[in-house]
């Protein structure tokens, strides 16, 4: 679909600066006319039989399978995760292509008796039509796919806003799309951003589900103006993510999954771990053996094999990460390391941010309680298990939890209490798969899940069908 805009912008490099490239702004009109063009392909795309939908779904699995290399290698540069995280990234794209291509020939709905004689009841699940996908930049490939495989594979027509950090990646990501053999306008993209872009978006009448991953505010703001239309309305938005560590934890496995969970990804991931709530026994042995696993991090371009931390995506993400060492340090938190700005060498060019550790945090610092996005987590000790999942569950956010313990006994009952829609034992916070639904619980979102066999419910709508073939009228609750 041809843009009209004339007005462009660039994409660029956090690590260095570097061009990617130039796209154009849509306008209000370019989004109603990507609409137009979903909507008129929804009409032919509903009634193409599942299976032949997921056939086109495989083909691109396939397609992404060759190009994991390049897409991966793209990322580096686009949103600076390092190799093997953007090459994950890439891999839950296809993981989620084959397994929603594949529900081409499930999409199950349910037969169930009818309560009078000679009548069949079933029930169905059907598309629903337009959906239009407001995606963030940190899982620049993986996300996008989560929202439009199970979208299209359900029969539905998608009108997809990328993160203007990430557009070069979504620009590849339709266009293989497009080369798997997806009619046109099944899928549409426009660029710009949530304000002008998105607003029109959520507002736009045609448009019948939005699935947004972003912030709480954007959330509100999405959930407040689709109200007008009606709009299905599907939030991922942001966590607060502890891991529990108890006194009777692997200790060394613990330090292994807080690095990976806390600074992964630069801390750029929802389900980050961005508080470790330790037991007392085990607090301060725990902080030397992370500090001392962290000091050993290599921060560097995502592209080069040896780096361990890529930069943080733009400078207004860099200046909101440090503003809350300040924050922390203010509030009385104890800096073990990190804090500050990286800028040695070539360094100097991106925006590194040393992985930051705080300890004696009290659970209602803003530290402990505020979303920061960043490589930052922030150490609370507690006395036993209770207090731990009081911590854990005492923030406004339910995403993702974890606990490493020994005891089973400790584990279930974690299993059962932490307030989070996801919670890992003996493993960080990160690492969903994409089988199993993925959201969260409290201000993380609205009730609705992605990924697995959740996902189909945000993007159908159940049909009930009763089927009378007594020949007669029979009146149901009535007649016997
Ligand atoms: C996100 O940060 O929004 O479990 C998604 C994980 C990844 C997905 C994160 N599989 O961390």
């Given at each position: 679909m041809a843009i009209t805009g004339t007005e462009t912008f660039e994409s660029t490099s956090p690590a260095?600066?570097?061009?990617?490239?130039?796209?154009?702004?849509?306008?209000?009109?370019?989004?109603?006319?990507?609409?137009?063009?979903?909507?008129?392909?929804?009409?032919?795309?509903?009634?193409?039989?599942?299976?032949?939908?997921?056939?086109?779904?495989?083909?691109?699995?396939?397609?992404?399978?060759g190009e994991k290399d390049a897409l991966t290698e793209l990322m580096t540069h686009e949103m600076g995760k390092v190799r093997a995280e953007a090459g994950g990234d890439v891999q839950e794209a296809i993981d989620i292509t084959y397994y929603m291509a594949g529900e081409g020939r499930r999409l199950f709905g349910q037969t169930t008796p009818s309560e009078l004689p000679d009548k069949w009841n079933m029930s169905i699940r059907q598309p629903v039509g337009v959906v239009g996908a407001i995606t963030p930049w940190n899982?620049?490939?993986?996300?996008?796919?989560w929202k439009l495989i199970p979208a299209l594979i359900c029969g539905n027509t998608v009108v997809l806003k990328p993160a203007t950090d990430t557009p070069a990646l979504a620009e590849r990501f339709v266009e293989l799309l497009d080369e798997a053999g997806l009619p046109d306008g099944v899928v549409n993209i426009v660029y710009g951003g949530g304000s002008s872009v998105g607003d029109r978006m959520v507002r736009h009448p045609d448009i019948r589900v939005i699935t947004l991953t972003g912030s709480?505010?954007?959330?509100?703001k999405v959930l407040e103006a689709g109200a007008e239309t009606l709009k299905h309305v599907h939030l991922e938005l942001g966590g607060k993510n502890a891991i529990i560590v108890m006194d009777d934890a692997d200790l060394d496995l613990a330090v292994n999954g807080i690095v990976w969970s806390?600074?992964?990804?630069?801390?750029?991931?929802?389900?980050?771990?961005?508080?470790?709530?330790?037991?007392?026994k085990v607090y301060d042995a725990l902080q030397k053996k992370l500090v001392a696993a962290v000091e050993k991090l290599r921060l560097g371009p995502g592209w080069e094999g040896d780096t361990d931390i890529g930069p943080v995506i733009n400078k207004a993400a860099l200046d909101k990460i440090h503003s809350y060492s300040k924050i922390g340090s203010d509030e009385g938190a104890r800096l073990l390391t990190g804090g500050e700005v990286a800028t040695e060498g070539d360094l100097a060019r991106g925006f590194f941010y040393r992985p930051t550790i705080f300890a004696d945090v009290d659970p209602q610092m803003r530290v402990a309680q505020e979303e920061i996005f960043g490589p930052v987590t922030a150490l609370i000790k507690v006395r036993d298990a209770d207090e731990a999942i009081r911590v854990s569950n005492g923030i406004k956010y339910g995403l993702s939890s974890s606990i490493f313990t020994r005891d089973v006994n400790t584990a279930f009952r974690a299993m059962r209490d932490l307030e989070a829609g996801i919670t890992y034992v003996n493993a960080g916070t990160t690492g969903a798969e994409v089988h199993l639904p993925f959201g969260g619980t409290?201000?993380?979102?609205n009730g609705h899940r992605e990924a697995g066999q959740a996902a189909l419910d945000v993007f159908t709508e159940w049909k009930s069908i009763y089927v009378d073939y007594s020949g007669k009228l029979q009146r149901a609750q009535i007649d016997d």
């Open positions: 260095d600066g570097e061009t990617i490239g130039v796209f154009p702004r849509s306008t209000g009109e370019d989004v109603d006319r990507a609409v137009a063009a979903a909507k008129e392909a929804y009409a032919h795309w509903r009634l193409v039989p599942a299976p032949k939908r997921g056939e086109i779904l495989y083909r691109f699995a396939r397609i992404l399978e899982f620049p490939i993986a996300i996008p796919s709480r505010e954007t959330g509100v806390a600074f992964g990804t630069s801390g750029q991931r929802c389900t980050a771990a961005s508080r470790v709530i330790a037991h007392e409290k201000d993380t979102g």
